[in-house]
């Protein structure tokens, strides 16, 4: 399984427009980032899980190759704005629609955002085609293996936090952002796994992301081999909070591939 971490950022992205504070202005790369959203092959299929604002730009820079299907954690601009730009992966796919699962939240704004996208092929030859799926519990993509999901606080919101399981190597990757906490349903969930990825915005307290604290008191906790912090504003320098991390426990940063 690969991850490829295509954005790592919050809604504003770092830099920031109008701020000349250290991190915006600073000329580590790993301080640049863009809108959150990650790419993940599992057992043959491309999986994209959202699509910020910037996904065409990352796309070509990362080399995607196709997007068999996607997740959508939740209807929010900065996770929902990039889909118009999967028009070419339906191409690729001769206008065949491209399965979107989500919440019902998630789904509502898929069609309010692109009513033209809304069907089983493309519209006109170039067009993206969505097909929404309400997100089940358990998601069974046959060889390549399953995606178990969760519900997850986001302030008053809710967003869907995945569990990914390889079926011929039985590695497992954890997919948790945008939320406030992880709950006891959560972390059972994720148990162990071999790779987590979890919501760290920033080191003061915030009403609907974790802290950077309370991500590493997380990633503890759940006990996995490798966490991963996402969804970072500019208060966090990499060069810095990544060296006062606890073992196993680093920043992200765009352009991060991990394989498990």
């Given amino acids: 399984m690969k991850i490829r971490f295509m954005g790592t950022g919050t809604s504003q992205g770092v830099p920031m427009i109008g701020c ?8 580590d790369p790993r301080n640049t980032r863009f809108r959150t959203h990650v790419h993940v092959e599992m ?6 899980i959202d699509a910020a604002p910037e996904f065409r730009l990352r796309a070509l820079e990362m080399g995607i ?6 997740l959508l954690t939740h209807g ?16 690729l796919r001769r206008g065949e629609a ?19 996208a809304m069907r ?14 309400l997100m089940p519990r358990v998601l069974d993509l046959g060889e390549a293996g399953r995606v178990y ?10 967003t869907l936090g995945f569990v990914f399981e390889e079926s011929v190597s039985g590695r497992r990757f954890v997919y948790y952002t945008d939320c406030s906490s992880v709950s006891a349903e959560a972390e059972e969930l994720a148990r162990g796994a071999d790779l987590v990825v979890l ?44 060296t006062e991390l606890p073992d196993g426990v680093n920043l992200s940063y765009d352009g991060l591939v991990v394989e498990v």
Avoid at 65 to 70: E, N, R, S, T
């Fill in 76 to 91: 929010h601009a900065d996770h929902i704005q990039g889909f118009d730009d999967l028009r070419q992966y339906c191409e």
């Fill in 43 to 48: 057992g043959g299929l491309n999986i994209q």
């Fill in 65 to 70: 190759p196709k997007v068999d299907l996607a």
């Fill in 120 to 133: 089983d092929k493309a519209a006109i030859k170039g067009y993206p085609a969505f097909r929404g799926e």
């Fill in 199 to 242: 919501d760290g915005l920033r080191p003061m307290d915030h009403p609907s992301h974790m802290t950077v604290g309370e991500a590493a008191e997380a990633a503890s906790r759940i006990g996995g081999g490798q966490s991963y912090l996402i969804h970072m504003t500019h208060h966090i320098d990499h060069g810095i909070v990544d």
């Fill in 20 to 27: 000349d504070c250290a991190v915006c202005c600073s000329e």
């Fill in 98 to 116: 491209i399965p979107v699962y989500s919440s019902e939240e998630g789904l509502r704004r898929l069609r309010e955002i692109y009513p033209y």
């Fill in 149 to 158: 999901s969760t519900r997850q606080a986001h302030g008053r919101f809710e």
